[in-house]
């Protein structure tokens, strides 16, 4: 039987009590295609089955996506709305108790308005997320701005896909996190994968990565460590963290050193080269291999893979953009594609591995601090003007760009923030400098969280809102390839929790701004009034229709109206959105980590993500499998300096920066470089890794350098624990 009719008749083999709904996972960019189980005398949700017909995973799915059902009907979901009573308590757990929710919104209502009563409109904040939908992102975005009327919106992308959105901005005029569809990526002949641990990261896209191989194609991997994907390259290319500038431009030296320039794609589509070519000449492979530590017959060999592949495609993730030049990063591997002219069909191009659900979408639609639905600009008195027509306000009333993420805790330490709307995020784990983060929040007048768990961050809070998991809801959300897609709803809300953009209308008719919410009854509401506002931006998703997004496995966009199928491969007609219709190739001078190693802090630290986990961990971490698998955080040690220090496996350590400092159990492992230990960044309290990261700022994207500060460790008297 052919394997398609297979799977469709084991489909069809159903208990009588249970039915199944088709949506997607809940975590990273993949967004796997997955069947939720459900059982129709409960209506609950009981289970999980893969997909097949679903062309990006097709029935491959992770240790977290095959859980991720569990967290719906978890025993720590918040039920009620929760408001503190005991502000000597703020900051832990403890000290709430269970409230009403005309009781909760008159709270935040009166107090909110105070705030800005006396302070005025911008002393109110939102911080949110990008595993929401996109409607909910949107309709975020709207409410920071229309209800609390406020310049003070920023998101947890910020420390997640800002430069890659920056670089790709910088280099094509718009930021689409992959130039092709990921059905493209096994069908070419050279991957060059930088920063990204894919097969932890995004596993279910490693039969791609090894279907190249096995055709005869070849892999390059750039990473300081030998990951599961770096083991299998045919080039590891095995940098200090915060060096992949110097590679690039290295790479890129050779590659047009030795021919492999494609002059007529460079002079018909492309600016910059010249200037560009210029700059690389001094990254010669032994000045390169001095700054990155690679030797100069991997850096030669993989520019040589590279150069001569008839397709390739570029392809990184977190490990290069979480630096204080992420962006620079950015441009500097998408120089690579634009040199060879490897950019602008099939099989050809650049991709992210995107972090989060919907970190696409999440970034396109107003919740970043400058930006408005459609990837508009708040700087743009004519991009102001269109989405005013959509909201019912004068472009007098939108406000002005806000600050970066990081940049909002500076303002609430100032005390120029007071409030926080804090929805769909951690900080308190996930930010840098957590120290500093910490103390930000605290020390805030009035917060209100919207969470479905307690979460770190929570605990600062003095209200608490219950809202649904992604399966008790309905909407549209952007994986990595661009391709919109649509999660459906197989649950009713659990005890009296909301969803996001139903808890926003309602508190927007408490702090009397009702008249541009109440028209909004239901997700497919503001869907449709989402579509109308992206209509006409760069990021337009006016066509991509529930019913189309369900008839064509997804929509790519652009898609400008109904009869758009979309836009799967970016530049097929060469045209890049400058105002010139070219890219830029850009010229970028090499800046080292904003912290080097010195004699009080001689090791490198970087952190990054296990299979079993998820960002801050608010999720997976409550999941007993994937916290039987990975129940603590430790830090990688390369033997030889597990031995200068006396360091055994397995012993517990004290790690530490300028900025704070965690005790973790040792990992020994060769996979590390000597000079550089990592620690996976998924916990919190005191295991939180961004203890001791540093908030240097990335001058465009002002993404915080997350992958690369000095550190010092130091074995501690006591054995672990056995």
Same mark, same amino acid.
């Given at each position: 039987?052919?394997?398609?009719?297979?799977?469709?008749?084991?489909?069809?083999?159903?208990?009588?009590?249970?039915?199944?709904?088709?949506?997607?996972?809940?975590?990273?960019?993949?967004?796997?295609?997955?069947?939720?189980?459900?059982?129709?005398?409960?209506?609950?949700?009981? %289970?999980?089955?893969?997909?097949?017909?679903?062309?990006?995973?097709?029935?491959?799915?992770?240790?977290?996506?095959?859980?991720?059902?569990?967290?719906?009907?978890?025993?720590?979901?918040?039920?009620?709305?929760?408001?503190?009573?005991?502000?000597?308590?703020?900051?832990?757990?403890?000290?709430?108790?269970?409230?009403?929710?005309?009781?909760?919104?008159?709270?935040?209502?009166?107090?909110?308005?105070?705030?800005?009563?006396?302070?005025?409109?911008?002393?109110?904040?939102?911080?949110?997320?990008?595993?929401?939908?996109?409607?909910?992102?949107?309709?975020?975005?709207?409410?920071?701005?229309?209800?609390?009327?406020?310049?003070?919106?920023?998101?947890?992308?910020?420390?997640?896909?800002?430069?890659?959105?920056?670089?790709? /901005?910088?280099?094509?005029?718009?930021?689409?996190?992959?130039?092709?569809?990921?059905?493209?990526?096994?069908?070419?002949?050279?991957?060059?994968?930088?920063?990204?641990?894919?097969?932890?990261?995004?596993?279910?896209?490693?039969?791609?990565?090894?279907?190249?191989?096995?055709?005869?194609?070849?892999?390059?991997?750039?990473?300081?460590?030998?990951?599961?994907?770096?083991?299998?390259?045919?080039?590891?290319?095995?940098?200090?963290? %915060?060096?992949?500038?110097?590679?690039?431009?290295?790479?890129?030296?050779?590659?047009?050193?030795?021919?492999?320039?494609?002059?007529?794609?460079?002079?018909?589509?492309?600016?910059?080269?010249?200037?560009?070519?210029?700059?690389?000449?001094?990254?010669?492979?032994?000045?390169?291999?001095?700054?990155? %530590?690679?030797?100069?017959?991997?850096?030669?060999?993989?520019?040589?893979?590279?150069?001569?592949?008839?397709?390739?495609?570029?392809?990184?993730?977190?490990?290069?953009?979480?630096?204080?030049?992420?962006?620079?990063?950015?441009?500097?591997?998408?120089?690579?594609?634009?040199?060879?002219?490897?950019?602008?069909?099939?099989?050809?191009?650049?991709?992210?591995?995107?972090?989060?659900?919907?970190?696409?979408?999440?970034?396109?639609?107003?919740?970043?601090?400058? /930006?408005?639905?459609?990837?508009?600009?708040?700087?743009?008195?004519?991009?102001?003007?269109?989405?005013?027509?959509?909201?019912?306000?004068?472009?007098?009333?939108?406000?002005?760009?806000?600050?970066?993420?990081?940049?909002?805790?500076?303002?609430?330490?100032?005390?120029?923030?007071? %409030?926080?709307?804090?929805?769909?995020?951690?900080?308190?784990?996930?930010?840098?400098?957590?120290?500093?983060?910490?103390?930000?929040?605290?020390?805030?007048?009035?917060?209100?969280?919207?969470?479905?768990?307690?979460?770190?961050?929570?605990?600062?809070?003095?209200?608490?809102?219950?809202?649904?998991?992604?399966?008790?809801?309905?909407?549209?959300?952007?994986?990595?390839?661009?391709?919109?897609?649509?999660?459906?709803?197989?649950?009713?809300?659990?005890?009296?929790?909301?969803?996001?953009?139903?808890?926003?209308?309602?508190?927007?008719?408490?702090?009397?701004?009702?008249?541009?919410?109440?028209?909004?009854?239901?997700?497919?509401?503001?869907?449709?009034?989402?579509?109308?506002?992206?209509?006409?931006?760069?990021?337009?998703?006016?066509?991509?229709?529930?019913?189309?997004?369900?008839?064509?496995?997804?929509?790519?966009?652009?898609?400008?109206?109904?009869?758009?199928?979309?836009?799967?491969?970016?530049?097929?007609?060469?045209?890049?959105?400058?105002?010139?219709?070219?890219?830029?190739?850009?010229?970028?001078?090499?800046?080292?980590?904003?912290?080097?190693?010195?004699?009080?802090?001689?090791?490198?630290?970087?952190?990054?993500?296990?299979?079993?986990?998820?960002?801050?961990?608010?999720?997976?971490?409550?999941?007993?499998?994937?916290?039987?698998?990975?129940?603590?955080?430790?830090?990688?040690?390369?033997?030889?300096?597990?031995?200068?220090?006396?360091?055994?496996?397995?012993?517990?350590?004290?790690?530490?920066?300028?900025?704070?400092?965690?005790?973790?159990?040792?990992?020994?492992?060769?996979?590390?470089?000597?000079?550089?230990?990592?620690?996976?960044?998924?916990?919190?309290?005191?295991?939180?890794?961004?203890?001791?990261?540093?908030?240097?700022?990335?001058?465009?994207?002002?993404?915080?350098?997350?992958?690369?500060?000095?550190?010092?460790?130091?074995?501690?008297?006591?054995?672990?624990?056995?």
């Amino acid at each position: 039987m052919p394997r398609d009719k297979f799977f469709k008749e084991i489909e069809n083999v159903r208990h009588p009590n249970e039915t199944l709904v088709k949506t997607h996972c809940s975590y990273c960019g993949m967004q796997c295609g997955m069947n939720l189980r459900v059982d129709t005398r409960t209506n609950k949700i009981i %289970g999980v089955e893969p997909r097949y017909d679903w062309p990006v995973n097709v029935g491959k799915m992770c240790p977290k996506g095959v859980t991720a059902y569990q967290q719906t009907n978890h025993p720590d979901r918040i039920l009620k709305p929760l408001i503190r009573d005991d502000a000597s308590l703020k900051g832990t757990k403890e000290g709430f108790r269970e409230a009403s929710w005309d009781e909760a919104y008159d709270l935040i209502a009166k107090k909110f308005i105070e705030l800005q009563e006396k302070y005025g409109k911008d002393t109110l904040s939102v911080f949110s997320g990008v595993s929401m939908t996109n409607e909910k992102c949107y309709l975020t975005g709207k409410f920071a701005r229309v209800a609390l009327q406020t310049r003070y919106i920023d998101y947890n992308g910020r420390f997640c896909m800002s430069s890659a959105a920056g670089g790709f /901005l910088r280099s094509f005029g718009v930021d689409r996190g992959s130039t092709l569809p990921w059905t493209d990526i096994h069908e070419s002949d050279c991957l060059f994968i930088a920063g990204s641990n894919t097969a932890e990261c995004h596993p279910t896209s490693m039969f791609r990565v090894w279907n190249v191989q096995e055709r005869g194609g070849y892999l390059i991997v750039a990473d300081p460590r030998e990951t599961p994907v770096a083991r299998r390259a045919d080039v590891h290319l095995d940098l200090r963290p %915060g060096t992949d500038l110097a590679l690039a431009n290295g790479i890129l030296n050779l590659l047009i050193q030795n021919g492999y320039a494609d002059e007529a794609f460079v002079n018909n589509h492309t600016n910059g080269f010249e200037e560009t070519k210029e700059l690389v000449k001094e990254f010669t492979p032994e000045y390169t291999s001095r700054i990155t %530590g690679v030797a100069v017959e991997k850096i030669i060999r993989a520019a040589e893979i590279y150069g001569k592949a008839p397709n390739a495609v570029v392809m990184f993730a977190r490990g290069i953009e979480q630096q204080h030049k992420g962006v620079d990063n950015v441009s500097a591997y998408t120089n690579m594609a634009l040199v060879t002219g490897k950019i602008g069909r099939p099989k050809s191009g650049v991709a992210t591995f995107t972090g989060q659900g919907n970190g696409q979408g999440g970034r396109e639609h107003g919740q970043k601090s400058d /930006l408005l639905p459609g990837y508009r600009k708040l700087t743009n008195p004519k991009h102001v003007e269109e989405v005013c027509k959509v909201w019912g306000i004068t472009p007098e009333e939108m406000p002005q760009p806000g600050v970066s993420a990081y940049e909002m805790f500076e303002l609430m330490e100032q005390k120029t923030i007071r %409030g926080l709307y804090l929805l769909c995020s951690n900080p308190a784990v996930s930010a840098p400098n957590l120290n500093f983060v910490r103390k930000a929040l605290k020390g805030l007048d009035f917060m209100v969280c919207a969470d479905f768990y307690l979460s770190e961050s929570a605990e600062f809070a003095d209200v608490i809102l219950p809202t649904v998991t992604w399966s008790e809801d309905e909407g549209t959300v952007t994986n990595l390839e661009g391709r919109i897609i649509k999660i459906n709803k197989a649950q009713e809300p659990l005890g009296e929790s909301k969803p996001d953009w139903q808890i926003q209308v309602e508190l927007s008719e408490r702090l009397g701004r009702g008249k541009y919410f109440s028209h909004l009854k239901t997700a497919r509401d503001v869907a449709d009034e989402f579509r109308l506002a992206s209509k006409g931006g760069y990021a337009d998703y006016y066509g991509a229709t529930w019913d189309k997004i369900d008839k064509q496995d997804g929509v790519f966009w652009p898609c400008r109206d109904e009869n758009d199928p979309g836009t799967p491969h970016m530049f097929l007609d060469k045209k890049f959105y400058h105002p010139d219709g070219k890219a830029k190739i850009c010229a970028l001078p090499y800046r080292p980590p904003a912290e080097e190693p010195d004699a009080d802090y001689p090791l490198r630290l970087t952190t990054g993500r296990v299979v079993f986990h998820y960002l801050s961990g608010n999720q997976t971490r409550r999941i007993q499998f994937l916290r039987d698998m990975c129940p603590e955080p430790y830090v990688e040690v390369h033997p030889e300096t597990a031995a200068k220090y006396k360091i055994e496996h397995e012993e517990y350590v004290r790690l530490f920066t300028r900025r704070g400092e965690a005790e973790y159990k040792v990992k020994i492992t060769e996979a590390i470089r000597k000079d550089t230990v990592f620690v996976p960044y998924h916990f919190g309290h005191d295991k939180s890794i961004n203890l001791l990261t540093i908030a240097a700022l990335d001058p465009m994207s002002r993404m915080p350098e997350f992958k690369a500060c000095a550190a010092q460790i130091e074995k501690l008297a006591r054995k672990a624990v056995q």
